[in-house]
């Protein structure tokens, strides 16, 4: 047990903050929690030790976040018709200004009383050093020495100039996003500018319980624990005067002011989810090759899609055609959802797709169902086996995890039977490019025996990782039962069937 004092409350940084603060990824800094590198305290990381691992903190450094934000913003197709969120409206950036001048001056008239305090503390050892005898006086007067270089010490040391450099930044990213803790389960994000706090956690991955997302239904309820939030929409949906007393509010309707703890609902399993019918409309049917569509579908703003990552919805055409595909796009964006589609001449739906399909049309979602989803609290590394098709929900689990930023490190090995079948090679390839902790090995094979040969030399320990493995039932057997004799416990192991 560390014999080092808790610092205060107030030095103490949230794991996302700190990463924010340090411009890295929350994964790096569990990483080196778990190596020993940092000393935390309760789960939070102090300011002083932040600056002790990343001492040239600066206002500019980003790099590493901005290139996990890039991939984010790269992972997530803007919702149509919406509009920049980045910088916070003037009404709410003068409200955060407010709130953290208010801060700040408590802050200063703390200190100018400590100041006080240690002020009289000196004049009483001084008039008890006048009237002891010579021995008590001496070491009084090295006390009153030791105080008073102390004092001095705190006003020079380089230290200072560093905790000064990362309040600044702490109080600059404050006003530029508000930080949101949800309980019970802990989870963190950020409300970006003057985005709505429903809108920033589905940004950021998490499920929220929502309905229609425009202020009627009331499902997006939260109780404001701390912190203060700003109505940004009217909503029909009417708080009880008792709701407004305990501090509940409508997710989809304020915005963050302030840091924020919120008691929220959320869902943590599939089971939470409920079934969904979706009158959505085509935005496009873009074609990768001859034979492979993506087809692009847009909700209406009141009827997100809430589904988890790996999941499927039976999509219904206007002429009846239907099927159930997965969905290939992250839940962070649920309003536009991408679906793979290979042409078929025996597939009624895929015909429709290719030859009668058109921007605008209806098209019925209804969902979502599967159980092929991420361990979403599980920070060991990933490792993503796809075999052909299965790329579609392995690209959502990917994208949802980097959206949620707690996996360590991702493998993803991807194996089709023809060169031209890898339609998602540059998403695969960027994500490799702006990620130090991705990885990413084609394979053209369909024997599974050939990928884990490949697997087997990357990645010689297999212990200590999750793996997601999806494809025909030989393949996904054979790499089950490959894992199983490394030494891989079954719970680490999730996989999906092609039927």
């Given at each position: 047990m560390s014999t080092r004092p808790d610092p205060g409350a107030s030095s103490l940084l949230t794991l996302t903050r700190a990463a924010r603060l340090a411009g890295v990824n929350r994964a790096e800094l569990q990483r080196r929690i778990r190596r020993g590198e940092i000393e935390t305290f309760e789960g939070r990381i102090s300011a002083t030790e932040l600056l002790r691992l990343y001492p040239q903190i600066q206002l500019s450094d980003d790099?590493?976040?901005?290139?996990v934000e890039r991939i984010k913003a790269e992972a997530t197709p803007r919702r149509g018709g919406d509009t920049d969120t980045t910088l916070p409206s003037p009404e709410i950036l003068v409200a955060r200004l407010r709130a953290i001048s208010e801060v700040l001056t408590n802050k200063v008239v703390s200190l100018e009383a400590l100041e006080g305090l240690l002020d009289e503390l000196a004049m009483r050892i001084a008039a008890l050093a006048?009237?002891?005898s010579p021995a008590l006086a001496g070491r009084l007067d090295g006390l009153l020495a030791w105080l008073a270089a102390n004092r001095e010490d705190l006003q020079t040391h380089p230290g200072v100039e560093s905790q000064s450099r990362l309040l600044a930044r702490d109080t600059f990213l404050r006003i530029m996003a508000a930080h949101i803790k949800l309980i019970p389960s802990g989870h963190e994000f950020f409300v970006e500018g003057s985005e709505s706090i429903l809108d920033a956690s589905v940004r950021a991955g998490?499920?929220?319980s929502y309905g229609c997302s425009s202020g009627n239904c009331g499902t997006c309820k939260a109780r404001i624990v701390s912190g203060e939030v700003r109505k940004i929409r009217e909503h029909d949906y009417v708080l009880s005067e008792r709701e407004k007393q305990m501090g509940y509010c409508l997710a989809c309707s304020n915005t963050a002011v302030t840091d924020l703890v919120l008691e929220a609902a959320e869902a943590v399993s599939v089971a939470d989810l409920p079934p969904q019918e979706i009158r959505a409309s085509v935005r496009k049917v873009e074609r990768l090759t001859p034979d492979l569509a993506v087809l692009h579908v847009q909700t209406p703003r009141t009827q997100t899609l809430r589904y988890m990552a790996g999941q499927r919805v039976q999509l219904t055409l206007e002429d009846g055609s239907r099927a159930e595909r997965y969905v290939a796009s992250c839940p962070c964006n649920g309003r536009n959802l991408q679906f793979f589609v290979a042409r078929r001449p025996d597939d009624p739906f895929a015909v429709t797709v290719f030859d009668h399909t058109h921007h605008g049309q209806l098209i019925e979602v209804r969902g979502p169902t599967g159980t092929f989803v991420l361990?979403?609290?599980?920070?060991?590394?990933?490792?993503?086996?796809?075999?052909g098709e299965g790329i579609a929900p392995v690209k959502s689990l990917i994208e949802h995890a980097v959206s949620i930023d707690t996996i360590?490190?991702?493998h993803l090995y991807w194996a089709v039977a023809r060169p031209e079948d890898h339609h998602q090679g540059h998403w695969g390839r960027a994500l490799k490019e702006s990620l130090d902790n991705f990885h990413f090995t084609p394979l053209v094979t369909e024997r599974a025996e050939d990928l884990l040969v490949t697997l087997e030399a990357d990645l010689p320990d297999a212990s200590g990782m999750r793996y997601y493995v999806i494809g025909p039932a030989a393949q996904v057997a054979a790499v089950r039962a490959r894992l199983a004799e490394r030494g891989v416990a079954a719970e680490l192991v999730r996989a999906e069937i092609l039927e």
């Open positions: 790099q590493e976040l901005a290139r006048e009237g002891a998490l499920n929220l361990a979403e609290d599980a920070p060991e590394p990933a490792v993503f086996i796809a075999f360590e490190a991702f």
